[in-house]
């Protein structure tokens, strides 16, 4: 039970960090947060969210979220000049002097945070990681151009990738791994990824898919309609409501066959209420 909320958390951070940024473009298939797959109702590409699979353990499906949304902040968060995104890590390196050096600075510190995973980083991965970071640094010395480059290198995302694969690697179920490998490339998920449709997130919080809200409500049944009681002609729920009123009489309608007359005295049997009858 813990392990599910524990991945349930990581997934809630990545989509509360999604929905500040859904309205950016997708930055190829290197993106931490979203990705563009093939519809298959329309065979046309459409813009998903990318998630943590269920198959990586409670412990690094957090670090996972955690170098997803830093890299995404440091890389691509802010804006896009030249078909190139920016993110945090290319405005900080603008800073003269030290700017290079507090970027690189970010970047180790999120090569930190992947080396804390429970299956633990290959030595050549660890050594692509920190070549990657001392390149953006070099890169990043060199005035203007630099910065460009830079952002276009793009280290911590790069090094995002190689944690992805490391997590596949140790987790992923062989069998799941044959049966992707047999699909044509452009079809092959991400490493670490799977992909969830924007209208998922209202589906989770509602707990009903919006396609079928509307026949999911279920109506309450009208009340019946109760005839109106009436005595001496006057509806029950007006007597006694106004002067205009007739209600406060009590009497009732004279019933005949009982013999009960219009004063309501009852008359001996066989005897009628008509005047003929009295004055025999």
Not at 40 to 64: F, G, N, S, W
Not at 112 to 128: H, I, M, N, T, Y
Not at 150 to 168: I, V
Request: proline share 8%; with cysteine; charged share 30%.
């Amino acid at each position: 039970m813990a392990n599910v909320i524990g991945k349930y958390a990581a997934k809630k951070l990545l989509r509360k960090q999604m929905e500040k940024y859904k309205s950016k473009d997708v930055d190829g298939d290197r993106d931490p947060y979203f990705a563009k797959v093939k519809d298959p109702r329309t065979d046309k590409m459409k813009k998903v969210k990318k998630q943590v699979p269920d198959y990586i353990p409670e412990h690094d499906a957090k670090i996972l979220a955690r170098v997803r949304s830093r890299a995404y902040k440091l890389d691509m968060c802010l804006f896009n000049f030249l078909g190139i995104r920016f993110g945090w890590s290319s405005v900080v390196g603008l800073i003269p002097g030290a700017g290079d050096l507090i970027d690189g600075l970010l970047a180790f510190l999120l090569y930190s945070e992947c080396r804390k995973v429970a299956c633990g980083l290959d030595p050549w991965v660890k050594f692509q990681m920190i070549v990657n970071i001392a390149l953006d640094f070099a890169i990043g010395v060199v005035p203007v151009i630099g910065d460009l480059g830079d952002a276009a290198f793009k280290a911590n995302t790069r090094n995002l990738r190689l944690l992805e694969k490391t997590l596949d690697s140790a987790y992923k179920p062989k069998a799941q791994q044959e049966a992707e490998s047999r699909l044509p490339l452009d079809q092959q998920p991400q490493p670490a990824t799977v992909y969830e449709d924007f209208s998922d997130e209202e589906y989770d919080r509602r707990g009903t898919p919006p396609a079928y809200e509307e026949q999911a409500v279920v109506r309450a049944p009208a009340p019946a309609r109760v005839p109106t009681e009436t005595r001496g002609g006057v509806p029950a729920d007006t007597r006694g409501k106004g002067w205009r009123s007739s209600g406060s009489r009590r009497e009732r309608q004279p019933d005949i066959e009982m013999g009960i007359p219009r004063n309501g005295k009852s008359q001996p049997p066989g005897r009628s209420n008509t005047k003929g009858s009295a004055r025999r």
